[in-house]
C-alpha cells in the first residue's frame, strides 16, 4: 500500500510538472519558429505555438527516470528513450520546418527498429481460436513495425482540433493502464506505472492545450504519443491471442476508426492515400453544426465509449467478445455512416435499413 501511495504521489507531481513546463515550451515554440499558421486545413485563425509535445517528453521523462526510475528495468527504459529522442526529433523538425511525408515514415521507422532491436519490444507468438499457438518468426519483425507506424500516424492524424486528440489519448492510455495492471503478470506492474506516468503528464498539459488552446502539440506531441501508445500495446502483445488483439486496437478505436476510413475515402475518390483533408471524424461533426467544443466533447464521449467495451473483452467468453466485435463494428458503421464520413452517398447499411423497414411496413 505505502508502495502505492509512494507512487500515485509522484504521478501527481509528473502532472503539475508538465503544466508547469508547457508556459516555457510556449516561449521556446516562439524563438524555434514552431507556429502553426491558418490556413485552408487548419481549424484556428490565428498563428499559434506548436510543438507542445516536448513539454509531455519531459515530464515523462523526469518521472520515468528521477520520480519512478526504481520502477523500471534500466536496459528497457534507456532503449525506449533513445526511441523516443528520435521520434521527438522528428516532430520538432517538422513542427519548424514541415518535413516530407517520406521523411517523417523514415523517422518513425528509425525509432521503431531501435524499439524491435534494441528494446526487444516486439510481437513474437500468435494464438488463434481453432488453429492454435504459433510462432510469427521473421514475421515478427514487419507485424512489429507496422503496427508502430499504424498507431503512431493514427493519433497523428486526429490531432486537428485544441485537445481533441490530448483527451482522447488520456481516455485510452488510462483504460490500457488498467488492463496492464489487472491483466499482466503482476511481475510487469511497472508496465502500467510507466502508462500512468504518460497519462499524468497529458493531464497537466491538457489545460493549455484545451478550446481555446495557447499550445498545440503539433507533431512533435502527435507523434510521441501515438509512437508510445504503440510500444505500451506492444508490451501487452508479446505473445497475441484473439483477445489480445482486439483490447488494444478498440482502445484505440476513434484514431484507428478515424485513420481506416480516411483510407477508404481517398480509395474510393482515388485520391492519394496521404494526401490531407478535411474530411476527418472532427471535420464532418463540425460540419453537422457542432461547435468547436463540442466536437471535442462528443469525441471524446465516443472514446468513453470504445473503453468501456474494451474492458468487457477479459471478462467474456470466446463468442461473447466476438458477438461484441460484431456489434461494435454494426454499431460503428451506423455512426459513421450518420455523420457521412465517407459521404452522404455512402451509407450501404443505413439504406439496406431503410429498405427493410419500407418492406414490413408494406407486409403491415
Known amino acids: 500500500m505505502s508502495v502505492m501511495f509512494n507512487v500515485i504521489v509522484k504521478l501527481f507531481l509528473t502532472m503539475i510538472l508538465s503544466a508547469a513546463i508547457t508556459p516555457f515550451v510556449v516561449k521556446l515554440a516562439y524563438i524555434l519558429g514552431a507556429v502553426d499558421k491558418p490556413n485552408a486545413r487548419r481549424v484556428n485563425i490565428k498563428p499559434m505555438p506548436t510543438m507542445g509535445g516536448l513539454a509531455i517528453f519531459i515530464a515523462f521523462n523526469f518521472s520515468t527516470f528521477v520520480l519512478l526510475r526504481e520502477q523500471f528495468p534500466t536496459h528497457e527504459l534507456f532503449s525506449v528513450f533513445l526511441a523516443e529522442c528520435i521520434i521527438i526529433l522528428t516532430g520538432i523538425i517538422d513542427d519548424i520546418r514541415e518535413l516530407s511525408p517520406k521523411a517523417k515514415l523514415a523517422g518513425i521507422l528509425a525509432a521503431a527498429l531501435v ?216 454499431g460503428l458503421e451506423l455512426f459513421i455512416e450518420s455523420i457521412g464520413l465517407l459521404g452522404d452517398d455512402r451509407q450501404p447499411l443505413l439504406r439496406a435499413i431503410q429498405r427493410f423497414v419500407k418492406r414490413m411496413e408494406k407486409k403491415d
Open 115 to 330: 524499439i524491435y532491436f534494441l528494446a526487444g519490444i516486439r510481437m513474437n507468438e500468435v494464438t488463434l481460436p481453432i488453429f492454435g499457438s504459433f510462432q510469427l518468426g521473421w514475421w515478427s519483425l514487419p507485424i512489429t513495425i507496422i503496427w508502430i507506424i499504424a498507431i503512431t500516424n493514427a493519433v497523428n492524424l486526429i490531432d486537428g482540433l485544441d485537445g481533441l486528440a490530448t483527451g482522447v489519448s488520456i481516455i485510452a492510455l488510462f483504460t490500457m493502464g488498467v488492463m496492464a495492471y489487472f491483466f499482466l503478470n503482476m511481475t510487469n506492474v511497472y508496465v502500467a506505472i510507466w502508462i500512468f506516468a504518460m497519462v499524468a503528464a497529458l493531464i497537466g498539459f491538457l489545460p493549455h492545450n484545451f478550446h481555446p488552446a495557447s499550445i498545440f502539440l503539433g507533431d512533435t506531441g502527435s507523434l510521441f504519443i501515438g509512437f508510445m501508445m504503440a510500444v505500451f500495446s506492444l508490451k501487452g502483445l508479446k505473445n497475441v491471442t484473439f483477445i489480445s488483439l482486439l483490447m488494444p486496437v478498440v482502445i484505440m478505436g476513434v484514431p484507428i476508426t478515424d485513420t481506416v476510413y480516411a483510407i477508404l475515402r481517398r480509395l474510393l475518390n482515388k485520391k492519394p492515400i496521404m494526401q490531407a483533408d478535411k474530411h476527418h471524424l472532427h471535420h464532418r461533426l463540425m460540419q453537422l453544426g457542432l461547435s468547436h467544443r463540442q466536437t471535442v466533447l462528443v469525441i471524446y464521449g465516443l472514446s468513453l465509449v470504445f473503453a468501456f467495451i474494451s474492458l468487457l473483452y477479459p471478462l467474456s467468453t470466446l463468442w461473447g467478445s466476438i458477438l461484441l466485435t460484431i456489434g461494435v463494428l454494426i
